[in-house]
């Protein structure tokens, strides 16, 4: 048992710190919103508007990553998203060189290049980690994903930090060696976890899918618009209307993703004593309260406050909902995760493009504050569907388990 750790040691180093990068990369684009808006004049419709071929990309990268692994090798699929992620925060890094009437094409380039990475690469460890822990698989994506929160919350800090210092151009480019470096050691020596080809044993067909199966996805689609309205907005949300400054809004989305984090370390602990169905309803209600908080937050440290209390809320609503979707579902798992995730992508894109215009009509405050019927919304979709509660902290493992044996 011992000499099997050991030998998993280079594997979880190599998944974990990979997640961690992916973090940091994955919210880079949202960190910079504020500098693309004052140093480069890019307006809040032009900014959600990127945002659609980064998820589009993402989105069909997601649903077709399951058939990606049936016969891609996963330490090749982790090395293709890892290079271009890297392309993509270099091309960031490098925008102040760039002529002035390039600056759009190439903003849709590195759009591009974010969705497809993150899903590449995030398939890849998402996989990884479920075949580090094969008996407490659950367990590996909640700190996997806590992993990914910590790089989040470091992100901003880290564009806001060298901002204030005239070179915020070398937080993409630090990010860039960030993902490389695991990638890099990858591929000089290859750990276990990546020896083995992704998902051979499951056949993953997406004809006749049961209406359950689509419904489903609806609450994760909730939660999509909730999240990105939140985070994808935060920054200039809080320096274009609200007054505050750049490194105000940046510390608030930190603080988002350092609760995020700490909440989904918590939940692990909590569901071993209250049930999902129940644990994930007081979420959906706070996520509500947390917009109630945000839009009346007038001070930098009601600001943080307020974002921070809307991490903890948001932190565990994603296991929760892919945990109660495999306990209700007789689907491999990497069909149940890509569903999701694909659901959850277009939430995200939902609000990432349409909160620029609706809040140009009606107000960002409005806005906001109307935008706490959103979970809400995803709390009653959940509950109309009736989902069989999984055992606390089992049935979820059992069910992948069961599902990766086909």
């Known amino acids: 048992m011992e000499a099997s750790a050991k030998g998993m040691h280079p594997s979880i180093v190599t998944v974990y710190g990979a997640a961690f990068a992916q973090g940091a990369v994955g919210i880079a684009f949202a960190a910079t919103s504020g500098i693309l808006k004052t140093e480069f004049g890019v307006q809040e419709t032009t900014y959600g508007a990127l945002f659609l071929p980064m998820l589009g990309v993402a989105t069909i990268g997601s649903l077709c990553g399951p058939g990606i692994l049936e016969r891609a090798s996963l330490r090749g699929l982790y090395l293709q998203g890892a290079a271009v992620l890297v392309l993509a925060m270099v091309g960031l890094g490098l925008l102040p060189l760039l002529p002035v009437g390039t600056l759009v094409p190439a903003l849709v380039a590195i759009a591009v290049l974010l ?34 929160g910590l790089g989040c919350a470091l992100g901003p800090a880290m564009v ?27 591929w000089l020596r290859t750990p276990r976890v990546f020896r083995a080809r992704g998902a051979r ?53 930190s603080a988002f993703w350092i609760a995020m984090t700490a909440g989904r370390f918590l939940a692990s602990f909590v569901l071993r004593r209250i049930p999902m169905v129940p644990f994930c309803a007081v979420l959906f209600v706070a ?24 991490g903890l809320s948001c932190s565990a609503v994603v296991p929760l909902l892919i945990g109660l979707f495999a306990a209700n579902s007789d689907r491999p798992s990497a069909q149940v995760t890509a569903y999701y995730t694909a659901a959850l992508l277009a939430g995200i894109g939902f609000a990432s493009v349409g909160v620029g215009p ?25 509950l ?23």
Not at 161 to 177: D, S
Not at 246 to 251: C, I, K, S, V, Y
Request: proline letters at 5%.
């Open 115 to 148: 969705g497809a990475g993150l899903a590449l690469h995030g398939l890849a460890i998402n996989t990884a980690a479920m075949e580090i822990a094969p008996q407490a698989r659950t367990a590996a994506l909640s700190a996997l994903h806590g992993t990914l």
């Open 160 to 186: 806001a930090a060298l901002r204030a210092r005239g070179v915020w151009w070398l937080a993409p480019l630090i990010l860039a060696v960030g993902i490389g470096l695991p990638a890099f050691s990858t």
């Open 201 to 253: 044993s499951e056949r993953i067909s997406w004809a006749g899918l049961p209406l359950r199966f689509h419904l489903f996805a609806v609450p994760g689609f909730f939660y999509g618009v909730s999240e990105s309205t939140l985070v994808n907005w935060a920054v200039l949300y809080f320096i274009g209307t609200k007054g505050l400054s750049l490194a105000a809004g940046a510390a608030a989305l």
């Open 287 to 310: 996520m509500s309260a947390a917009f109630c908080a945000v839009r009346f937050a007038r001070t930098e440290t009601q600001a943080i406050v307020a974002y921070a209390f809307a």
């Open 358 to 382: 609706i809040g140009a009509l009606v107000g960002m405050n409005p806005l906001f504050l109307g935008s706490a019927l959103v979970p809400l919304l995803g709390l009653g979709s959940l």
């Open 384 to 406: 109309l569907l009736r989902p069989r509660e999984a055992a606390r902290g089992i049935e979820p493992d059992a069910h992948i388990a069961q599902s990766n044996s086909r």
